[in-house]
């Protein structure tokens, strides 16, 4: 199994910016790829970002030239760095993996209990 836990949410004003801390524990995994999903009221939960382990990373376009995904394979973690919010930014943002692991040998998605996201106009 793995296990991801987010940091880094709150309230921010338009324009202001947020940054976005993900990391992964458990035992014997392997992770193919990190993400960053959003969820608001009412709405499905959308990709914002995604690091692949080999190739440039997606994004959604609503975020692009604003936000920025970072992953360290090494310590396998995943940051989103997050500028020029904007109010409809505002989501209950997700880590999001999906690997190996010795329990689960067939790829599989895990998942973040979620952070707030607040931007107020």
């Known amino acids: 199994q793995v296990q991801l836990v987010e940091s880094g949410g709150g309230s921010v004003q338009a324009g202001g910016s947020l940054r976005l801390s993900c990391s992964a524990s458990?035992?014997?995994?392997?992770?193919?790829?990190m993400a960053w999903y959003r969820q608001a009221p009412g709405k499905q939960r959308e990709m914002v970002a995604r690091?692949?382990?080999?190739?440039?990373?997606d994004y959604a376009d609503s975020v692009k030239g604003r936000f920025t995904i970072s992953r360290d394979s090494a310590k396998n973690a995943v940051d989103l760095q997050m500028t020029s919010l904007r109010p409809e930014d505002t989501a209950v943002y997700y880590c999001?993996?999906?690997?190996?692991?010795?329990?689960?040998?067939?790829?599989?998605?895990?998942w973040g209990q979620g952070t707030q996201v607040t931007v107020s106009s």
């Open positions: 690091a692949p382990i080999a190739g440039n990373p």
């Open positions: 458990g035992s014997h995994f392997i992770i193919a790829s």
């Open positions: 999001a993996a999906t690997a190996r692991s010795r329990s689960r040998p067939s790829l599989s998605d895990y």
